[in-house]
T-cell receptor
Framework: DAEITQSPRHKITETGRQVTLACHQTWNHNNMFWYRQDLGHGLRLIHYSYGVHDTNKGEVSDGYSVSRSNTEDLPLTLESAASSQTSVYFC????????????FGPGTRLTVT | EDKVVQSPLSLVVHEGDTVTLNCSYEVTNFRSLLWYKQEKKAPTFLFMLTSSGIEKKSGRLSSILDKKELFSILNITATQTGDSAVYLCALQGAQKLVFGQGTRLTINP
């Protein structure tokens, strides 16, 4: 069955370290998204991609980067982790024709100490 | 800038009660409004609304959109403890979704 997975599911890192969160989908979806979820803010869009080699900044992109080298993967990199980036991160994907229905991964809980 | 505001942020009721969750929005290019339910994991899709006044219904859940007044409501009748979750409203412009803060609904037995 097609799915979307994230790894790791939990991560603790230190301030200043580079961290990469993986997102892999087997839906063959063109669109992929990264969100962070914090209390009081709901889900906020970090970066998104409409296809291979396409990346776009979302609402809260500072301190994050993504690259899309194939259809299945959109890794999210925190260049120099900060305590303000402690959050739960969700990856999602959607097909171009039915973009309203985004399928979400299980989430990664990141703690920056 | 597209904006979505949900109210209340938190709601506690007793099993069997009926609840109404609100979502108001500001948007430049409206395509659709979506409702998601999030329990202890990823959000799951509930409804997509595109037209005013047409109620979408799924069991005890229903939702309606008012594009003139720019809001949507999600109703849950005869609530059950399994309805406890965070309910998210999201606005679709182009191919992105803008989410509200969510309403945390707690159903006490």
């Amino acid at each position: 069955d097609a799915e979307i997975t994230q790894s790791p599911r939990h991560k603790i890192t230190e301030t200043g370290r580079q961290v990469t969160l993986a997102c892999h989908q087997t839906w063959n979806h063109n669109n992929m998204f990264w969100y962070r979820q914090d209390l009081g803010h709901g889900l906020r869009l970090i970066h998104y991609s409409y296809g291979v080699h396409d990346t776009n900044k979302g609402e809260v992109s500072d301190g994050y980067s993504v690259s899309r080298s194939n259809t299945e993967d959109l890794p999210l990199t925190l260049e120099s982790a900060a305590s303000s980036q402690t959050s739960v991160y969700f990856c999602a994907s959607s097909a171009t024709a039915s973009a309203y229905e985004q399928y979400f991964g299980p989430g990664t809980r990141l703690t920056v100490t | 800038e597209d904006k979505v505001v949900q109210s209340p942020l938190s709601l506690v009721v007793h099993e069997g009660d009926t609840v109404t969750l609100n979502c108001s929005y500001e948007v430049t290019n409206f395509r659709s409004l979506l409702w998601y339910k999030q329990e202890k994991k990823a959000p799951t899709f509930l409804f997509m609304l595109t037209s005013s006044g047409i109620e979408k219904k799924s069991g005890r859940l229903s939702s309606i959109l008012d594009k003139k007044e720019l809001f949507s409501i999600l109703n849950i009748t005869a609530t059950q403890t399994g309805d406890s979750a965070v309910y998210l409203c999201a606005l679709q412009g182009a191919q992105k979704l803008v989410f509200g803060q969510g309403t945390r609904l707690t159903i006490n037995p």
